[in-house]
């Protein structure tokens, strides 16, 4: 039989196990962030009918779905009846609305599952991704201060996840909508455009986005360039920026929806201050705008100091309402997603994602054949005191054993030849400083449950 | 704009968060079981290369594929170039191969992700579920040591599950197949065909297996059939199993394949005993046979003795080489797996899998609004003490408040008053009992991170 050549499928990720397990403890940790904040876990199937799902996409999106099709159905012709999700947010509407019933409002759901996108393959863009997301769903109404417990959120997040210095940028849409609006730019399409162009500020500065705003189809006036590049060149300390946007906001004939903006950027600032989460952790920042239209109040992007150009690494903002193509309930949110799969790539390239011990903490050595039941014996007493042991079962020359234990990040190596047996003892060998001790048998397992 | 009717796709199994968090921990003790043994993490993509997936399966698995086409694709009529994988064992095939050298032999990995099968739509019966399974895959050679240890696996990890009584039930295929041998049924084929019938003994019984062989295409002689039966008969201790079948391979001019067989039984026995797993939990099950062709040695089922008709919840066995169609390594190996959304279905029914507590362990009630900031403020302690808490944020009256957390399963509630306030206690109200007690504002954290 001629043999077939074994490949993933061109743009997905798969890990060796050292890698992969760097990657499930930062699994581990975004969901145990989760948790601490009281989010509960939802998962939804991997593929939606594909009529439901696609009922609310369009442009982009609908261009890089997946369908999936059972093999009866595709000999008979069928038009492919399911799609693979595309994101988590058309999953949690559809999850919500058929739930609604059975669900307690405020909804507080986090889920962690992977996401397809059928997009050219190209180095570190993916098509099969980890997205990690948690949403606040209201009924009616949200209060604001949710949309000051999300930056505390991603504050524990992100310093649990040890990569590094990050700064959470927040804006609210309201703010840039009630200017456009006092602009003059009254087309809810044309607002849109030019909030597109804004949210490219961080990336091509202010002169390019000038030059969007004043050259093709939205061809602004100088003038009008002028004041909105004008409010997006407000930065630094919060209390600055509000005093200024407040300032902005008390003049005569302020735009209704400017003033509520600045007046809600203003409650998440107090609000994430009674949150602890520390002001060198967050800024406001104008010129972020998220492009999808369905964001209208505060809008999130988190970004790692010393790689800006990775982009955001975390972003997300408040919506009027999930699910209006499923029910007529309103049901406001505010919600985040991390691309985890995208930022592993970026760190490990960036070296800062270096795998580390194992999941294994113990490898008992076979030393001598004739021992092996005894070998059997001390890796019970080390799992019955919750150590992850592995047993050398398969006989080969110390040294080669300690060398496979080195390699696959095994932190401790367990001897016990003829001699120790005879005394009572065992070697506890640390692959790390080469360190080596001997341990009275007895105390074996205690030893190491401490250790952990 | 019309509404869409929400419907999760037929023979998927979605659940309402309190039964998720149920089914997590369900997955956290299995995964925690199989990292104490020592076994290392992989995922693998859900679709892979139709060509790679497809080059070893065959019959029923062929007509229940998913395959996978993106849009673009769909759009230009072409064949579906990937299939949603539909079990664990292809996927691990194509892994070793793909990454041989990179990876250390014996090599010890689980995977816990959910498969795809188009199946027939029917209660209990799933489309996509979770697969949690273990392989040891050697090079070249694999001690049967490793055949033992599988049982301990099982063992410690259905303890842990708090199911209810079980029993691995275990076999040696090399015991039946010399038998076969032995009784003159020649053709691989044919003894496959046996191995089904025999299969079915737990199922329909000694004289329901006797009319099998005797009937159709097998056609088996009377005195053949009960020559089987005979075998199949051998029941009780271990000791006396392997006494009996002792006796038969020392019998003058005994099938090789045979005396090998009872010589493994024998072996791994003696290696269960060594792994100290209790006797209480196994037993030689001639019976066992397993229809699928790729297992060779060691087969494994595993009971819950007080739901037989559930089948086994853990299955497996060792096999000569798991790769062929990818590699000319030899590699064998042997392994487990939980089909985990089959097994919580039916403990759901049974009524063993009841919503237990809420991930979330304290909520921290909105007594007064305008002592919103010290309630975020208490929230941050105890999360910085790793006590999962949800703050609600929406004010409503107290007794509203306790509902929600009483059914969301929240345990404990967090009171402020201005008067509790002013002494500097919260109060803390146990709501599974109803109990309240006066906590110093200063001791709360330190109060939950111990009842934790």
Redesign the interface.
Known sequence: ?A???????PG?M????RQ??VF?RMLDTIRRGF????F??????????A??LL?KSGGET???????????G?EQGHK?G?A?RFDLTVPL???V???EA???F?F??YQIQ?V?R?ERSQRGRYR?FYQCDIDVI?KDA??L??DA?IP?VIH?LFSELQVGPFRIHFNNRKVLQGLFESLGIDQPERRMAVLRQVDRLDKIGADGVRGLLMGGELALDGELADRILELLGIRGAADDTLERLGAMAGREGANPVFVQGVRELGEVVA?LR???VPESHWSINLGIARGLDYYTGTVYETFLTEHPGMGSVCSGGRYDNL??????SRLPGVGISIGLTRLFYVLSEAGLAPAGA???QV?VTQFDPAL??EY??LA?EL?GR??????H???AKIARQFK?AD??GIPFAVVMGPDEMAEGVVTVKDLRTGAQERIPRGDLAGHFAKVR
Chains 1, 2 share one sequence.
């Open positions: 039989m043999l077939i050549t074994p490949c993933t499928p997905t798969e890990l060796l196990p992969q397990i499930q948790e601490l904040y009281g509960l876990p939802i998962e939804t199937p991997v593929f939606e009918v009529d439901v009922s609908e261009k890089q779905i997946y369908f999936v099709q059972s093999t009866g595709l492919p399911l693979l509407a559809r999850y609305a058929e739930h059975e669900l307690a405020p507080r759901r992977r397809y059928g099969e209201g949200l209060p201060a949710f417990e505390a524990t609000l009674a949150f602890q699910a209006s193509q499923y029910t007529k194992s999941t294994v490898l092996l039941r059997l014996a019970a799992r919750g150590v992850n042991t592995e047993i079962l398969e006989p496979y390699r696959a």
